[in-house]
């Protein structure tokens, strides 16, 4: 029997035979991102970026969970995207993801050496720009599921029930350790950000939503030394 208490989440792609992939498919792009970072320094990262028409990608905001905020970091490596949609890095051999089959989505992990003896993982959700929403976009039935690192290692997956002004209820709630979620609101910038309203500190929440208005990615700070990283998929 497998005792272990290590949680994950696990992200699939479907293979479409008719669909390839190149590296053109992310040049020249803007982007969002939110990372999940667990291992010996857990915490989440989130920003945007642009990756030029070599590849060559430069963050223009980079906000960490520790308060943190970078601006104008070129110098990220370059990217390639192999024929069928696999995703590398030209600085750094350990990150390796994958491009969705819309080519607005791409999903890579990452093993981060922070100094000898404390090592991170990353999972990071980017997501391409460009597109425009309005708050009625959030209607409808999501499927949530949700990862946790730091003081609290735990996983949740939940049906999402929103209204076209953005609040929601929950159901189908499974999580382990359990937990009861309650009715939430959602908001929604045009260009894609999510915020929820009237958290307080340590409390933080920050996402986007897909190209396709058919995914959302959300981390968020939890309590003190907790972070989260949820995906809603419609």
């Known amino acids: 029997m497998n005792t272990s208490t290590e949680k994950a989440i696990r992200i699939l792609r479907k293979r479409v035979p008719a669909v390839t992939y ?6 020249s792009k803007s982007f ?9 320094r857990p915490g989440w990262e989130r920003g945007d970026g642009k990756i030029d028409a070599a590849g060559s990608v430069t963050l ?9 905020h970078e601006i104008n970091l070129p110098g990220q490596g370059s990217l390639s995207v192999s024929p069928d949609g696999i ?6 051999p350990d990150m390796k993801g994958f491009v969705t089959p819309d080519k607005k989505i791409f ?4 093993t981060i050496p922070i100094q000898p003896g404390v090592t991170s993982y990353d999972l990071t959700i980017g ?5 425009t929403f309005t708050t009625s ?3 409808g039935a999501w499927r949530g ?33 359990p937990e009861t979620l309650g009715p939430f609101t959602f908001t929604l910038s045009a260009s894609g950000e999510i915020l929820q309203p009237g958290l307080s500190p340590p409390y933080v929440f920050h996402g986007s939503m897909s190209f396709g208005k058919d995914l959302m990615c959300i981390v968020s700070t939890e309590g003190p030394s907790s972070f989260a990283i949820t995906l809603f998929t419609k």
């Open 22 to 27: 190149s590296s053109a498919d992310l040049f």
């Open 32 to 40: 969002t991102y939110h990372s999940l970072w667990s291992g010996d």
């Open 60 to 68: 223009l905001n980079r906000y960490s969970s520790d308060g943190s």
């Open 87 to 92: 995703v590398t890095n030209s600085l750094d």
């Open 107 to 110: 999903v890579f992990t990452n």
């Open 127 to 131: 997501t391409i720009s460009g597109q």
């Open 137 to 139: 976009d959030l209607a």
């Open 145 to 177: 599921y949700s990862l946790s690192s730091g003081s609290t290692s735990q996983w949740i997956h939940a049906t999402a029930s929103i209204d076209a002004t953005g609040s929601g209820d929950f159901s189908d709630v499974v999580a382990d350790p």
